[in-house]
Structure formats: C-alpha cells, structure tokens
C-alpha cells in the first residue's frame, strides 16, 4: 500500500468508497498499520430525512471487534487514500453519534446528556440499538445497569413509557441480554410503587379508566395480579405484584 498522501496533490480530497456489509463475516485479517492513526471513516446513520455521517477515527474503530473486522477485510485490497464510508440505516443519528462518541472515550452519562432529543427513553433505546448492531457487548451491560440505577432512585420520565421501553429493547436485544432485561423490568416492579403506576392511566370518559386493564397498565407486561388483590394493597414480594402468591386465574 501506498502513503495516504502521497498521491495528492493540493487540494485534492480522498476519494471515498461506500459498501455494503450486510452479508460480511468476520475473518481473521493483520491488525491495522501504523497510518491507521491519521485516517477517519464516514460512519453514515439513519434513513429519510433523519441522517447524520460522523467522521470516526480508523484506529478507534478497530479496536472493536465488528468494526476491525469490516474495516480491515475492505483495507486489505484498496489504496490508503481511500475514505470508507460505512453505512447503518436501522440506526438513528442521535443515539449512534453519542455511541460512537463512548468508543472515542466519553462516559455514558456524558453521551445521554449530549443526545439531542429530549426524552430519556428515546435516548437510552437508540444508544442501546446502535450498541447492540455493532455488538459492544460491555456497552449494553452499562446500559441496562443504568436502567436499573434510575429505576432505584426513581429519575426517569414516566414509569410507563420507560418500561415500554424496556419491552422495546428486548425484540431487538440479543439472546444473552434478555435476562438481563427482564431483571431491569423486575426492578420496576420491585422499586416502583403500585400507585405511581395507576396514577398514569389517562381517563377515556368522566369517572371511567381508560382500558384499565394491565395491558395498558404496564404496556407490554400481563398477568401480574392474582383474581384475589386489588390495586389498592401493596406489593410484598414476587409472583403476583400486591401478595406475592403464584398467579392462578379462574378465567
């Protein structure tokens, strides 16, 4: 291979090459060289009119397994002054910048805070897509901890709207997280009182609940009451959520 920057002449721009790697498979190739340090590549994220291209620097990326894989099986057979441009579409900008902004070194936190978008579900559930689609396995660990922390010291949004986040994570989480997702939604109904979760339900008519059923209750989560308790009484232990005795229904 040849100097990045030999070949060009002033004002000259890298040319830029775009794939698709929806079909590679990660196989062994020599670490990246030393010009690796002075070369970025075009990380292109969302689709229709939410896009966003971050430039992220090459040997950042390679010192993460799906993105070394992909990056050094292209580098293997074109030029050093190519840019690559790697394109995610199931990617939201917002939550794969502040993604790529932990690989360069940021804390979690500090990447929640820098999201745009207002609402802390929105921002944890891009983040942990992002993570889950470039397989950062030690990111989404710190990602459901911290779905957790916020659950114990009760800073989050809306108690219905974070748990229906936390369903969502969980169709496109892989197999390994699951347990780890349903321990978080075990901790919102270990740590959250049964009346901040009734207290959400909107009204459809004067006097009447809307659908007040669990459904709508916990959004995504069923059967957590047993036909003998009502919603007024406090939750024990496991199993039902107010006496904690097996779930048995009659109808």
Known sequence: MTDGGGNQGPGQKNRRVSFDLSHNKSIPHPAPPPQ?????????????????????DEKT??????????ITSIRYSIPDNVTISLTFDD???????????????????????????????ARI???????????LDALR??????????????????????????SNMYMFAPAEDHDGLSDTINAAIKYIPVKHWWSGIKYHN??????????????????????????GMQPKHHGCIICGQPIHHTT
């Not at 690796?36 to 992220?56: C, F, K, L, Q, S």
């Not at 660990?141 to 748990?163: A, M, S, T």
């Not at 069923?222 to 919603?231: F, I, M, P, Q, R």
């Open 36 to 56: 690796a340090a002075n070369r970025e590549v075009d990380i292109t994220m969302g689709h229709g009119t939410a896009v966003a291209t971050y430039p992220a």
């Open 61 to 70: 990326l390679c010192q993460f397994p799906f993105f070394h894989a992909r």
């Open 91 to 121: 990617i939201h900008p917002d939550g794969g910048v502040q993604v790529l902004n932990w690989m360069h070194g940021r804390k979690l936190h500090g990447c929640l805070k820098k999201c745009p978008n207002p609402l802390l579900e």
């Open 125 to 135: 559930q891009d983040m942990y897509n992002a993570a889950s689609q470039w397989k």
């Open 141 to 166: 660990v710190k990602i459901l901890k911290l779905c957790q922390e916020k659950l114990r010291k009760g800073r989050f949004g809306d108690i219905h709207d974070f748990v229906k986040m936390l």
């Open 206 to 231: 004067d006097g009447s609940f809307y659908h007040r059923v669990a459904g709508i209750t916990f959004r995504s989560i069923t059967d957590l009451v047993c036909d003998d308790c009502s919603l």
